[in-house]
T-cell receptor
Framework: QQQVKQSPQSLIVQKGGISIINCAYE??????FPWYQQFPGKGPALLIAIRPDVSEKKEGRFTISFNKSAKQFSLHIMDSQPGDSATYFCAASGGTGGFKTIFGAGTRLFVKA | NAGVTQTPKFQVLKTGQSMTLQCAQDMNHNSMYWYRQDPGMGLRLIYY???????DKGEVPNGYNVSRLNKREFSLRLESAAPSQTSVYFCASSANRVYEQYFGPGTRLTVT
């Protein structure tokens, strides 16, 4: 009930391409779905987040698409750049879990120059 | 404004030794968290403190204890380290009624 499943584990994209990472959750009580970006040797940092009352949120080159009925959400990185190479984690919070956050296993993105 | 700080950055322990990981935040956040990060498993919550004076278990609390020393500081203690506790440990904090978490730089712990 508390799992967040993330795919793919790793992703290689050409510079300028679109990177897509998918996540699925089980607990319908979750009400906050963030994506965190982590560079090697650093802690994760919030990239973008969405609540289930909207189907899409865009910030610059980063877009979250949210499908409440399918219990899925995805991160799209448009015009991917080598500087986007990092590990990305989806997560879910809220509902009966309160402020506890459940993270996906992570996706290692490499953008080839 | 340093955000979330953690000490030490690296630590090597022998099996059975004890140690305390320190975490402090200067953002006046109410909630603080300890996670461990292992390859292919994302971040797993060990313990959290919703507010000063309270602590609760997360997904993987066995072998750990925590202390919320004051609003700024939240420590994680390994009483008798085991090789299975080799991991990278992250502390995080969040404001009251806000889900966004701010993470520290991590402590890389190796238990031999």
């Amino acid at each position: 009930q508390q799992q967040v499943k993330q795919s793919p584990q790793s992703l290689i994209v050409q510079k300028g391409g679109i990177s897509i990472i998918n996540c699925a959750y089980e607990n319908t009580a979750f009400d906050y779905f963030p994506w965190y970006q982590q560079f090697p040797g650093k802690g994760p940092a919030l990239l973008i987040a969405i609540r289930p009352d909207v189907s899409e949120k865009k910030e610059g080159r980063f877009t979250i698409s949210f499908n409440k009925s399918a219990k899925q959400f995805s991160l799209h990185i448009m015009d991917s750049q080598p500087g986007d190479s990092a590990t990305y984690f989806c997560a879910a919070s809220g509902g009966t879990g309160g402020f506890k956050t459940i993270f996906g296993a992570g996706t290692r993105l490499f953008v080839k120059a | 404004n340093a955000g979330v700080t953690q000490t030490p950055k690296f630590q090597v322990l022998k099996t059975g030794q004890s140690m305390t990981l320190q975490c402090a935040q200067d953002m006046n956040h109410n909630s603080m968290y300890w996670y461990r990060q292992d390859p292919g498993m994302g971040l797993r919550l060990i313990y959290y403190s919703a507010s000063e004076g309270t602590t609760d278990k997360g997904e993987v609390p066995n072998g750990y204890n925590v202390s919320r020393l004051n609003k700024r500081e939240f420590s994680l203690r390994l009483e008798s380290a085991a090789p299975s506790q080799t991991s990278v440990y992250f502390c995080a904090s969040s404001a009251n009624r806000v889900y966004e978490q701010y993470f520290g730089p991590g402590t890389r712990l190796t238990v031999t």
